[in-house]
């Protein structure tokens, strides 16, 4: 009679522990500058490549629940301007750490010669939509980020970026957020960011062409690139902070047939090609 009495408290204990242990972890927290404690909006937080993460708010602020099954891996803050930094989410646990202190990067500028001759006005990108071709940003009640890339093969002409334009088609929103990444292109997909500057832009949408004047921001590179739209969580909705989500953008942008589609839906999440159409975005530069 012992043993099947021990396996009864056992299975009892078992019962009541498990439960705990399977249970997300929420990590709450504000994103700082180390010099001068002022907060950092938009930084992206994420387990790199897996797909779980999210994006601070205008604030600095975040929240991120972690899976029992990745509770052993590592955080990753990413803010343009910024060195990157990675904590193991066991010790942001312990420690109950909710600020998080970013170094600024110092940045060394990379000088690309225009040329002294007639500079010439090009459009690089895909140009053209098809009616029947698009995708769409759902509003997954979510925290996160969903961005797409555009491939723009400058082929080592010196080049100032004037514009950057992406089609859209049936916004429910009047306006929505988002921030323009420029990635080294390698291996096929995007790498490291090319430029630390913040392109963000908040505009009003409706169908067409949306045109980004770039020029204020003096681009200027001759290698090839990927083109990033993030698009950036909406504003909170309210409740206790367990519960908040954000509403984030109902729109559809356009595509064209032909190369590959290349997008993400999580801060620091892995890539995705789908070949077959390509986003039908371009930019606009002088050479």
Excluded at 141 to 168: C, G, Y
Excluded at 199 to 225: E, H, S
Excluded at 241 to 270: H, N, V
Aim: charged share 20%.
């Amino acid at each position: 009679m012992f043993l099947p009495r021990l396996f009864f408290f056992l299975a009892l204990f078992a019962s009541l522990i498990f439960p705990a242990f399977a249970q997300d972890a929420l990590l709450t927290g504000q994103v700082q500058s180390q010099g001068d404690k002022a907060a950092i909006p938009f930084v992206n937080i994420g387990i790199r490549g897996k797909n779980t993460g999210t994006a601070a708010d205008a604030n600095g602020n975040f929240f991120l629940r972690i899976p029992p099954s990745q509770a052993n891996d590592t955080l990753t803050f990413s803010a343009i301007g910024f060195q990157e930094q990675s904590l193991p989410i066991a010790q942001i646990i312990g420690h109950q750490q909710h600020t998080f202190l970013l170094v600024e990067k110092p940045t060394a500028l990379h000088e690309v010669v225009i040329l002294g001759r007639t500079a010439k006005v090009r459009r690089i990108g895909t140009t053209t939509h098809n009616p029947f071709l698009w995708g769409r940003v759902d509003n997954r009640e979510t925290h996160d980020i969903v961005e797409f890339v555009k491939f723009i093969p400058l082929r080592n002409i010196p080049s100032e970026l004037l514009e950057a334009h992406i089609f859209l088609r049936y916004p429910t929103v009047d306006t929505v957020t988002f921030r323009l990444n420029l990635y080294r292109a390698k291996e096929g997909f995007p790498g490291e960011r090319l430029v630390e500057q913040t392109v963000l832009v908040r505009t009003a949408v409706q169908n067409g062409w949306l045109n980004i004047d770039l020029t204020k921001y003096t681009l200027k590179m001759q290698d090839d690139f990927f083109l990033g739209f993030e698009f950036l969580p909406g504003k909170k909705i309210a409740g206790p902070l367990s519960t908040k989500k954000f509403a984030a953008p109902i729109l559809s942008y356009g595509g064209q047939f032909g190369g590959a589609a290349i997008s993400r839906t999580s801060s620091l999440g892995a890539w995705k090609r789908e070949p077959g159409a390509s986003l039908s975005a371009y930019v606009t530069v002088k050479q």
